[in-house]
């Protein structure tokens, strides 16, 4: 399939600031994921389990480079209080659905940023004592780490600034973007006028 180009998207794209992965590099990155995932697990029967909203398509192109059999799980959680907005509060909004006790779990993430969000996730998911626990993040920010996060597989490192596309939003939108890019300051600007007049 040809790659869509920035241009296709009109308006809309323009409030992309720079192209930081392409598509191209991007399906490329995550079929090497899923080949490597695929041989260290032949036999495991893995359960992958992500978060929703911005996983989710890493989760369904990972899924479709693997070549093993495999199932799949979701959870969604809000990272901050909705009475205080405070960072750094996690909250469990939906719970698994599979059992994972006794089960091989990739926890398959899209961003890691400062690694709050992660470590709540898997102290949640050790309680229920699966047989092993690996972390597979695509996205993975360095700068701002302030709790250690144990990555086992890694698409690529971002600089410290904030990025959309390929599932990441920014207020809900441009999760539909095939590439990932950063944001120019005049849509941070735009949406920031929308949320004072709406
Ligand atoms: P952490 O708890 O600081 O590691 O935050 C991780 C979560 O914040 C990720 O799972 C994303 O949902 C979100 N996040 C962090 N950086 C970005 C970004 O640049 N764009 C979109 N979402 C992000
Ligand atoms: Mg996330």
Redesign the pocket.
Known sequence: MAQRTVQEYGAFARDIGQILYTEEQIQQRVRELGVQISADYEGKNPLLVG?LK??LFFMADLLRAMTIPLEVDFIAVS?FSPQTRQ??Y?RMIKDLDIPIGGRHVIFV????????????ILRTLRVHKPASLEVCTL?D?PA???ID?PVKYKGFD?PD????GYG???REKYRNLPFVGLLAAHAFKDAAQEERSG
Do not use: P
């Open positions: 978060v911005g996983v990272s960072q750094g996690v993430e899209d961003v890691i940023d400062t690694g709050l969000t992660l470590n709540y996205f920010k701002k780490r302030l996060a971002l600034q904030y990025v959309v990441l939003d920014y």
